[in-house]
């Protein structure tokens, strides 16, 4: 009976080793929540993902689009998911490093509640005005609006979205004050800025490229740390005088906390080896994307980075969590 005993005990404790779990997983399909509605970068993104592990794992990976609340609400669900391996989550800035700084309570700490896995890969923006106004690049347009406090307006995809708080912090560090116009969604407020109806807007970069070609937009600067492979004639931030200035839309994956390292690092391992792929980076950097791949623990200490940057900017701006 003793030996039955410690030969179950082996059994037992081999089958739920970490590294022999992984091997078996996953043998039932993987749900991928996206906190948005299709067709945007975060869904766009997390598909490309799924399909990565559709293949490596031979298990269905479903991409499930839980929108709502900006993210918080798909975000919550992965968030409060069982730390298997059987539940991902498209990770976006809104609802990971932004929402903690304007909402009094979430139903999830994105540093506690989530496993980050990798980070994917990043954009930057333009900021961009009709080419009627008269200046030529970020520091003219400081320099425009300094001269116009409070009459000039700016447009974003919402209250608490990147947009907002990008442009909040670049009013910060320029000393200018302008009138905030929320919009749902970039798309309509790019309409109004093409015929002149609005003042300034940041606009992703592959988006406003074709228009600043077009002469129909005028970019005065980019959001990156470097210059845009897409706007290569466009300063940055940075060197237009604006030090310690840059400002990202990203995507990545993430799992709830808890889940085994192992598994952690076998999605890990599938998605970076894809984004090794000549062919993937080549489209994703055609797109103006900056392909990443970063691993748990730097994907980890760019979001705890990235919470309090963000935090700083809206105590700086006034933004009152609601």
């Known amino acids: 009976m003793k030996l039955a005993a410690s030969l179950a005990c082996a059994i037992f404790t081999l089958a739920w080793a970490p590294g022999t779990w992984a091997q078996g997983y996953p043998v039932k399909p993987v749900r991928f929540i996206v906190p948005f509605p299709p067709g945007g970068p975060t869904d766009t993104h997390s598909r490309w993902a799924a399909q990565q592990l559709n293949v490596a794992f031979g298990q269905p990976v479903v991409v499930e689009n839980r929108a709502g609340a900006a993210g918080i609400i798909g975000s919550e ?124 807007a940041q606009i992703q970069i592959f988006q406003a490229a074709p228009y600043v070609r077009a002469g129909k937009l005028k970019a005065l600067g980019v959001t990156s740390l470097a210059r845009s492979p897409l706007l290569p004639e466009i300063a940055t931030a940075q060197e237009q005088g604006v030090t310690g200035y840059s400002s990202y839309n990203w995507n990545g994956v993430l799992a709830p906390a808890g889940t085994p390292k192992a598994i952690i690092d076998r999605i890990h391992g599938v998605l970076t080896q894809a984004l090794t792929n000549p062919e993937t980076r080549k489209q994703m950097e055609s797109i103006g994307y900056e392909v990443s791949g970063d691993g748990p623990a730097e994907y980890a200490a760019f979001l705890k980075s990235e919470i309090e940057k963000w935090a700083k900017v809206a105590k700086a701006a006034g933004i009152q969590p609601e």
């Open 77 to 200: 669900a992965a968030a409060k998911a069982a730390p298997d391996g059987y539940t991902l989550l498209g990770g976006n800035p809104g609802p990971l490093t932004i929402a903690p700084s304007l909402r009094k309570q979430l139903g999830y700490d994105p540093v506690r509640d989530f496993a980050p896995i990798t980070l994917i890969a990043r954009n930057a923006s333009a900021w961009c005005v009709h080419p009627s106004v008269p200046v030529k690049n970020l520091k003219d347009f400081v320099a425009f609006a300094k001269a116009r406090p409070g009459r000039i307006n700016f447009a974003t995809p919402g209250v608490g979205t990147v947009g907002h708080l990008a442009i909040e912090h670049l009013a910060t560090l320029t000393g200018i004050r302008m009138n905030h116009v929320p919009y749902k969604g970039a798309a309509l407020y790019t309409v109004d800025l093409l015929a002149g109806n609005m003042d300034f």
